[in-house]
């Protein structure tokens, strides 16, 4: 079935440093992809989106671009602060556009 | 605009009891979801609601029943609370046929179960 590959394990990085977080998507159909984000003790809420080959979403300093040809929306982030810690999961729509297929997240920590 | 309000936020339950998880969204979306989220596991879709009157299962259906009692409301209920359904549920919604529709999230129920 359709299904989202994150890179495994937290990631720990120091204030203003890069962020790159890996997501690989199953190629079946044309799907939407999404980055959501979950801060301490809250739901999840969109952090950007991408609904064909090419497209770049951003949001807050985040970008992911929506490549095809490597079945890759990996989320990057220039310089983070401490506020941008929290989970954040890649998705693909699935079933028709009705429904979501979530990866397993990855804890991000910034430090100081 | 208060989006997709879940109650109750934290609940504890003996093996056994059967209790009611409700969801209510006001940005009259005609679809609704029901996920658990458990450590390592990301989000695992229940049972989903495309549309007012249809519900199907989704991925880990086993234990739970839902109503989609009007547009705005969805429930979920566990007939026999087990342990092993011991997790924090996320209700959302989204409008559907609109590619690239996102789904908006509720707070969550921080469900035990003893």
């Known amino acids: 079935g359709d299904s989202v590959t994150q890179m495994e394990g937290p990631v720990t990085l120091s204030e203003e440093a890069f962020l790159t977080i890996n997501c690989t998507y199953t190629?079946?159909?044309?799907?939407?992809l999404f980055w959501y984000v979950q801060y301490p003790g809250e739901g999840l809420q969109l952090l950007l989106k991408a609904t064909k080959a090419d497209d770049k979403g951003s949001n807050k300093g985040f970008e992911a671009t929506y490549r095809k040809e490597t079945t890759s929306f990996h989320l990057e982030k220039g310089s983070v602060q401490v506020s941008d810690s929290a989970v954040y999961f890649c998705a693909r729509t699935t079933g028709g556009n009705n429904r979501l297929a979530f990866g397993k997240g990855n804890q991000v920590v910034v430090i100081p | 605009n208060a989006g997709v309000t879940q109650t109750p936020k934290f609940q504890v339950l003996k093996t056994g009891q059967s209790m009611t998880l409700q969801c209510a969204q006001d940005m009259n979306h005609n679809s609704m979801y029901w996920y658990r989220q458990d450590p390592g596991m990301g989000l695992r879709l229940i049972y989903y609601?495309?549309?007012?009157?249809?519900?199907d299962k989704g991925e880990v259906p086993n234990g739970y029943n839902v109503s989609r009692l009007n547009k705005r409301e969805f429930s979920l209920r566990l007939e026999s609370a087990a342990p092993s359904q011991t997790s924090v549920y996320f209700c959302?919604?989204?409008?559907?046929?609109?590619?690239?529709?996102?789904?908006?999230f509720g707070p969550g129920t921080r469900l035990t179960v003893l």
């Open positions: 609601s495309a549309s007012e009157g249809t519900t």
């Open positions: 959302a919604s989204s409008e559907s046929g609109v590619k690239g529709n996102e789904q908006f």
């Open positions: 190629a079946t159909g044309y799907p939407s």
